[in-house]
């Protein structure tokens, strides 16, 4: 069974361009989660998608975003990137929220996005 | 703000040795989970526990949940070189109905040959 895939896997942007990272779940899934992780804050939680809502967000402000579509894929977008956007996106999917089991997160192997 | 906390920041062991690392996470949990991180590359699920469990094994692993410490602890035993990385706790909260993981800043193990 195919893993999840971020594409790409690392990025180089100039401050104020916007950029659009893409994740596909493993196969039925239908949870997907993007997390930012940097040396400073760690792990982040951005944002969770189940079926096409979201249906939970983190802290981050209103340049953060992100859809799901009908085949469960995701991308999450950031606008007016700033230098403190500069971190490893990472995308994980789960069957999502019914019994414990289900919250087990896969994740892909980050995409890394530099920003100057 | 980061719902677990891992102690210690870094372990550095021989081979052969045991490595334990501790979490601590401050509101009421579904359950707990830990997971690898190799250099900076996606993240690995290892184990999960429930808030009614207090033991688990996986293979070389073993995890301890106390609830109301709120704390939990990952053990690996006949640790080898392969075991370098990073390892976070995550929790999911109680009943939020959501699979989002809050997760610790982690803990770097080095293991040594």
């Known amino acids: 069974k195919a893993g999840v895939t971020q594409t790409p896997r690392y990025l180089i942007k100039t401050r104020g361009q916007q950029v659009t990272l893409s994740c596909s779940p493993i196969?039925?899934?239908?949870?997907v989660s993007w997390y930012q992780q940097t040396p400073g804050q760690g792990l982040q939680f951005l944002f969770e998608?189940?079926?096409?809502?979201?249906?939970n967000k983190g802290n981050f402000p209103g340049r953060f975003s992100g859809r799901q579509f009908s085949n469960s894929r995701s991308e999450m977008n950031v606008s007016t990137l700033e230098l403190g956007d500069s971190a490893l996106y990472l995308c994980?999917?789960?069957?999502?929220?019914?019994?414990?089991?289900?919250?087990?997160?896969?994740f892909g192997q980050g995409t890394r996005l530099t920003v100057v | 703000s980061q719902q677990g906390e891992e102690d210690p920041q870094a372990l550095s062991i021989q081979e052969g040795e045991n490595a334990t690392m501790n979490c601590s996470y401050k509101?009421?949990?579904?359950?707990l989970q830990w997971y690898r991180q190799n250099s900076g590359r996606g993240l690995v699920h290892l184990i999960l526990i429930r808030s009614n469990e207090r033991e688990k094994h996986s293979g070389r692993l073993r995890v301890t949940l106390d609830t109301s410490k709120k704390s939990s602890s990952l053990l690996i035993t006949a640790s080898r070189a392969a075991d370098t990385a990073s390892y976070f706790c995550a929790t999911v909260l109680e009943g939020s109905g959501y699979s989002t993981l809050t997760f610790g800043k982690g803990t770097m193990l080095l293991v040594s040959p």
């Open positions: 994980a999917s789960s069957l999502g929220w019914s019994r414990e089991e289900n919250t087990e997160a896969f």
């Open positions: 998608y189940f079926s096409e809502t979201q249906r």
């Open positions: 509101t009421s949990i579904n359950n």
């Open positions: 196969s039925g899934h239908r949870s």
